[in-house]
C-alpha cells in the first residue's frame, strides 16, 4: 500500500513524503518539495553586497547561515580579506545558532516523535527525580519539582485546547519510554522554551536583532568595538556574553546532552533504522586565526570511518531530471540555471507521479554520488580526520549507547552526533570571547576591510563561492558578478543534499534512501516515518519558496529590514 504524509509537520516549509509499505515495511520513498524555490530569480541585477540581505531571509529559523555564506562568495569574487575581530564575531554568531538550533530541534520538533505526553501524566514524580539524579547534576530534580510539572501538564490536557499536541500519535505502540522518562523530557521541554529566550540575547547583541541579525557586510561586520564606548560592543557586553555562554554551556551539558543519550539508550533499536546512503560530506567550517577551521572538510563513502577524501567544490553538481525545472545536463552551480517548468498535478492532489517529475527540489550530486550532509557527517568526518575533541566526544557516546561505530549512521545516531556536536561549539564560545577581548584590550578594534567596498575597484567580472556549514548541514553560495551587478546567483542548501528526489540515474535521495526498511507498525499513524525524516531537521524554507500555479510567475519578495 502507499501512504501519504502531507505536510510533515514540526519542520521549516512544506514536505510531502509518499511511501511504500508491505508487510510492516517502508520498500520504497519519495521526497517532494511542493514549493518553488526561486531566490536565485529574485537577485538578478541587484548588488551583491545586498545579497546577504535577502538570502538570510530564505528561511527564518537557520538566521544567520546564508548572510554568512553571501558574504563569503562576494568576498571571495571580489578577493576580499576580513579582520580577526570579524571572524570571531561571525564564529560566535554562527555557533550560537548551532547550539540554539539543535536543542530546539530535540524537545520541540523531534521530541514529540519520542515523548509521550499522555504517558507522562501517569509518572511518579519521585522515580522521575531519581531518573534525572542519576542522568545529571541538573539542579531541577526534585519530586516537587516534577510534581508541578506533571501538574502543569495535566492542566493543559484538562484545557482541552491541545494546539500543537492536538493530533499527535499518543499511545502509539512505538513510543516505549516509562512515564518517568516522559516526564522528565517533557520537563526539559517546558525548560528549554525559556532557555532559548535568554539564548538568543546573545544575537540580539553581536548582530542587532534576532532573526535576522543585521551587522553582515561584505568585508567584515558592522558591530562595532570600543572597550568603553556606550554605542559599541564594550566590556560590559563581552562580559554579559560571557554570563550567557556559561549558561548555555550549563544546560547543553546537564540537560541535552544526557537526554538525548538517554533516548538512544532507550531506543536502540534505532541505531540500525534509518540507514542512509552512506556517504557523507562537509564543507567544514569554524576558521581559526590561523585560517584552519575547527571542522574539517571533507568526504566519506561507504559508511566508513577511516578513508577520508579531500573535498573539491568542482565536483558538485546538481540534477533536475526528476524536478520541475526546464530540463538539462547535471550542472556546477556556479553555471546552474533555475527556470521553473511545472508538469506536476494541480494542487491539492492526491498522489504525485513519482514515476516522472514529483519536486521543486534539485538533486545536488558529489561526482554522481549521493552525499547526506548534517551534524552526522561533520562528526564523521572530524573523527576520520582525528580531531582529538570530536574523538572523545563520538567515542565517549559509543561507550554510553552500547553501539559500534556502525550505529553512528541511522536515526538515534543522527541525533547523537547532534548533540555532541553542540557540546563541541558550547565549549568554544569562551574561547572566541577570549580572543575577542584580547583584541579589544589590545587596541585592535578593526571589523571591516573597506578596501575593495566600491564597485570601482571591482573587475568588470567576477565569479566567487561561499561555503559554510549550517546547522542542517553543507551550505554553498556560488555567485556571479558582472558591471557591478548579480548576473547569477545558485544556492544549495543541505535540505536539497538530503531531501532530493531521483536522479536522472534513479538514485534515491538521502532521505528516500533512509526510509526504506523502516518499520511501520501503523500505516495510518506513520510515527516511524516522521522519526527518519525528523532525525535530519528538514528545512524546506530554504530549500523551496512559492510559485503561481496558473501564471508560473514566482513571488515577488520585499524584505523588511
Not at 502543569?152 to 512505538?174: E, T
Not at 559500534?404 to 543522527?414: E, H, I, K, M, N
Not at 566600491?454 to 573587475?459: E, N, V
Request: proline content about 7%; hydrophobic content about 40%; aromatic content about 8%.
Amino acid at each position: 500500500m502507499k501512504i501519504v504524509v502531507d505536510p510533515i509537520t514540526r519542520i521549516e516549509g512544506h514536505l510531502r513524503i509518499e511511501a511504500e509499505i508491505s508487510s510492516g515495511r517502508v520498500t520504497d520513498a519519495w521526497s517532494s518539495s511542493p514549493m518553488f524555490r526561486g531566490i536565485e530569480t529574485v537577485l538578478a541585477g541587484r548588488d551583491p553586497r545586498d545579497a546577504w540581505v535577502f538570502t538570510q531571509r530564505i528561511c527564518g529559523v537557520c538566521t544567520t547561515v546564508s548572510a554568512l555564506a553571501s558574504v563569503r562568495a562576494v568576498e571571495n569574487a571580489l578577493g576580499i580579506t576580513i579582520p580577526d575581530n570579524a571572524r570571531i564575531i561571525r564564529n560566535l554568531m554562527e555557533a550560537t545558532q548551532y547550539v540554539h538550533d539543535h536543542v530546539v530541534h530535540l524537545y520541540h520538533l523531534h521530541g514529540p516523535d519520542w515523548i509521550d505526553l499522555t504517558s507522562a501524566l501517569t509518572a511518579d514524580p519521585a522515580a522521575a527525580s531519581r531518573l534525572q539524579r542519576s542522568l545529571s547534576g541538573w539542579t531541577n530534580n526534585s519530586p516537587e519539582y516534577f510534581a508541578t510539572v506533571k501538574a502543569k501538564l495535566q492542566a493543559f490536557v484538562d484545557s482541552g485546547q491541545l494546539g500543537l499536541f492536538a493530533n499527535a500519535y499518543w499511545g502509539h505502540p512505538a513510543y516505549t519510554l516509562s512515564p518517568e522518562s516522559n516526564l522528565v523530557l517533557m520537563a526539559h521541554y517546558l525548560e528549554a522554551l525559556d532557555w532559548q529566550r535568554e539564548f538568543v540575547k546573545i544575537h540580539a547583541i553581536l548582530g542587532g536583532k534576532n532573526p535576522h541579525p543585521q551587522t553582515y557586510l561584505v568585508g567584515g561586520m558592522a558591530t562595532a568595538l570600543d572597550p568603553a564606548g556606550a554605542n559599541a560592543l564594550n566590556d560590559t557586553s563581552v562580559a554579559m556574553l560571557r554570563v550567557l555562554a556559561k549558561q548555555i554551556r550549563t544546560f547543553v551539558e546537564q540537560v541535552y546532552v544526557p537526554d538525548l543519550l538517554h533516548l538512544g539508550r532507550e531506543y536502540r533499536p534505532w541505531t540500525s533504522v534509518g540507514r542512509g546512503p552512506g556517504n557523507l560530506l562537509c564543507y567544514g567550517d569554524f576558521p581559526g586565526r590561523d585560517g584552519r577551521p575547527l571542522m574539517p572538510s571533507g568526504v566519506l563513502r561507504g559508511r566508513s570511518l577511516n578513508r577520508l577524501e579531500a573535498l573539491d567544490q568542482r565536483r558538485i553538481t546538481e540534477d533536475v531530471t526528476r524536478s520541475w525545472y526546464a530540463q538539462g545536463d547535471p550542472l556546477h552551480p556556479s553555471v546552474g540555471v533555475t527556470e521553473p517548468v511545472y508538469t506536476g498535478p494541480t494542487p491539492p492532489y492526491d498522489a504525485l507521479d513519482t514515476a516522472a517529475r514529483y519536486s521543486w527540489s534539485k538533486a545536488p550530486r558529489y561526482g554522481n554520488a549521493v552525499m547526506e550532509v548534517g551534524p552526522l557527517a561533520r562528526m564523521a568526518v572530524a573523527y576520520a580526520a582525528r580531531v582529538p575533541r570530536a574523538r572523545q566526544l563520538v567515542d565517549g557516546a559509543l561507550r554510553s549507547l552500547r553501539i559500534p561505530a556502525s550505529g553512528l549512521f541511522s536515526t538515534v545516531g543522527r541525533m547523537v552526533t547532534r548533540a555532541l556536536e553542540t557540546q563541541w561549539l558550547a565549549e568554544q564560545l569562551g574561547g572566541w570571547l577570549d580572543e575577542l577581548a584580547g583584541n579589544m584590550a589590545a587596541g585592535d578594534l578593526a571589523v571591516t576591510d573597506n578596501a575593495k567596498w566600491l564597485p570601482a575597484s571591482w573587475p568588470a567580472t567576477a565569479t566567487g563561492f561561499g561555503l559554510t556549514e549550517a546547522p542542517r548541514g553543507a551550505l554553498g553560495h556560488w555567485v556571479s558578478i558582472e558591471n557591478g551587478t548579480i548576473s547569477r546567483y545558485q544556492i544549495v542548501i543541505p535540505s536539497t543534499w538530503n531531501g532530493s528526489p531521483r536522479d536522472g540515474a534513479g538514485r534515491r535521495g538521502a532521505w528516500e534512501h533512509a526510509l526504506v526498511g523502516t518499520p511501520v507498525a501503523d500505516a495510518s499513524r506513520p510515527l516511524e516515518v516522521l522519526r527518519v525524516v525528523h532525525s535530519f531537521d528538514p528545512c524546506m524554507a530554504c530549500a523551496v519558496h512559492v510559485v503561481d500555479a496558473e501564471s508560473g510567475a514566482s513571488t515577488e519578495i520585499t524584505v523588511v529590514p
